[in-house]
């Protein structure tokens, strides 16, 4: 990646963190990059592209590290606790702002809900091969297909991490503490099929 686009991108990223997508403009991403406005609409060409681009590279990145995680020797219930780890990280790096405010863009512009549900995608895959994995090694989480046990975490994460950015979170809805409690369930089922890491 050039130097202008990676300084594009680091600009939108601090610029979608601090007006979100709807108040970010080419302009201002221009002025914090310190870049000429050509410069956008020569790399990205629109607001939207800029923002998904931001938001690929980051997935991208996240994809990696998540792949990485699944593929070593732990037990589900150790690589769930690993996950829930990250999920602070990912909070404090921007990564679920962003992609929260491009789920919001995206009920209204087809092409950027077409992108996210893409970037979505491959969530799915590196959960279907994480779960599958561990279904082959003796796992039992019935009655759950692998594909139920992907939508359900995608769908826990997704949801845990709105109430989090709408700052949600209270004694009565203790949204970490029920994310980490799944992962006891599964340390449950993990020792009655006699399944360690």
């Not at 690929?56 to 792949?67: F, G, I, K, M, Y």
């Not at 004694?171 to 970490?176: C, K």
Request: glycine fraction near 6%; charged fraction near 20%.
């Amino acid at each position: 990646m050039n130097e202008t686009r990676a300084a594009i991108l680091a600009a939108t990223r601090s610029v979608v963190l601090s007006h979100g997508v709807a108040a970010t403009s080419t302009r201002k991403v221009a002025m914090e990059a310190g870049v000429p406005l050509s410069q956008i609409h020569y790399h990205f060409g629109s607001k939207e592209q800029l923002v998904l681009a931001t938001l690929d590279a980051e997935n991208a990145r996240l994809l990696t590290r998540q792949s990485a995680l699944y593929a070593n020797d732990e037990s589900l219930s150790q690589q769930w606790a690993t996950a829930c780890d990250y999920l602070d990280d990912d909070l404090a790096s921007g990564y679920v702002r962003i992609l929260h405010e491009a789920i919001a863009a995206g009920f209204s512009q087809s092409e950027v809900s077409a992108r996210v549900r893409a970037l979505l995608d491959g969530w799915v895959e590196v959960l279907t091969a994480a779960f599958s994995h561990h279904q082959g090694r003796g796992l039992d989480l019935r009655p759950f297909s692998v594909e139920q046990l992907v939508a359900l975490t995608i769908a826990s994460f997704l949801g845990g991490e709105q109430l989090l950015l709408l700052g949600h979170e209270s004694p009565r809805l203790p949204v970490r503490a029920a994310l980490r409690s799944v992962g006891s369930l599964i340390e449950a089922a993990e020792a009655a099929r006699g399944v360690h890491s």
